[in-house]
C-alpha cells in the first residue's frame, strides 16, 4: 500500500469541526481522530508522521488528549472503525482546532487541510453558552463571547493564507452552506479536491448532519446583549470573513 496523506480538518471550536470530522471519516479512504493529539498542536514540538502510525495513534497513554475511546462511547466506537481500516486509508490524520497550518507543514509539508469557518455571532453565542454553564467542565469560563474574537480573527487569518499559499494542500468550507445545502455540493467539491469518488457511506452520513443542521442548529435561539454585539462588530475582522468566503468551495 503506498503511504497515506496527512489530512486534517481544521477550524476554531463550534466552528463544525467534529460534524465534519465524522462525514468525512466516513469514507472507507480517510481516517481521522477527533483531535487524538489535541495537546500537542498548541505547542512548537513537531508534528511528525510518526504520531500517525497505526501503533502510535491507536495509543492513548501518552495523555496528548483527553478524548479517549475510554471517555465515552462514542468515541470508542469511533476509533474502532477508524483502526480497522486505518492501514487501508489514502488520507489519515486527525481534527485540529489549533489551527496550526504554516507549523503543521514544516513537519509535514505533503499534509493536506480542509479548514472550516462559521460567522462570528453563532460561534460567539456558543461560547457564551459553554463559559455560562458550570457543569461544562472542557470549557473554561473565560471562553466566553467577547474571548471568542480574537480567536477567531486568529483563525481566519491563518486560513486565508494557508488557502491563498496553498490551495492544493488546504481548502475551506463555511459552516451554513457546507451543512444547509441538500446536496451536500461543497461536500462533494471536497471529495473531488482529494481525488475521491462519493461514496454511499459518506452520503448517509452527510445526510444524518444536514438533518440536525436543519432540525437543531439552524432553529436555535442565539440572541447575544446589545452590548456584545456591539463589541462583536467593532473587533470582528469581518473583511477577512469575506475574503475567505470568497475562497470557499
Known sequence: MPTPTPLFVAGLGRSGTTALTQVLSSHPDIALGVERFKRLYPLDE?????????????????????????????????????????????????????????????????????????????????????????????????????????????????????????????????????FGDPAGQALGNVLTWLGLDRTDTVDRAFERAHRHFVDVVAPKDRALPPATLAFLDEQAHRKVWREVLDLAL
Not at 495513534?57 to 462514542?74: I, K, V
Not at 460561534?123 to 480567536?151: C, I
Request: glycine share 4%; hydrophobic share 40%; proline share 5%.
Open 46 to 178: 513537531p508534528v511528525s508522521a510518526d504520531l500517525f502510525s497505526r501503533a502510535r495513534f491507536f495509543d492513548f497513554s501518552d495523555e496528548l488528549t483527553n478524548l479517549t475511546p475510554h471517555s465515552s462511547p462514542q468515541w470508542a466506537k469511533h476509533y474502532a472503525t477508524m483502526e480497522a481500516k486505518w492501514e487501508q486509508a489514502r488520507y489519515v490524520g486527525d481534527k485540529m482546532v489549533a489551527i496550526r497550518l504554516q507549523h503543521t507543514w514544516s513537519s509535514l509539508p505533503q499534509a493536506r487541510f480542509v479548514c472550516i469557518v462559521r460567522d462570528i455571532e453563532p460561534v460567539a453565542a456558543s461560547w457564551e453558552t459553554r463559559a455560562q454553564d458550570p457543569d461544562d467542565l472542557g470549557w473554561k469560563s473565560n471562553q466566553d463571547a467577547m474571548g471568542a474574537v480574537k480567536r477567531w480573527n486568529r483563525a481566519l487569518g491563518r486560513i486565508r493564507r494557508a488557502v491563498k499559499q496553498r490551495p492544493e494542500h488546504a481548502v475551506v468550507v463555511e459552516y451554513d452552506r457546507f
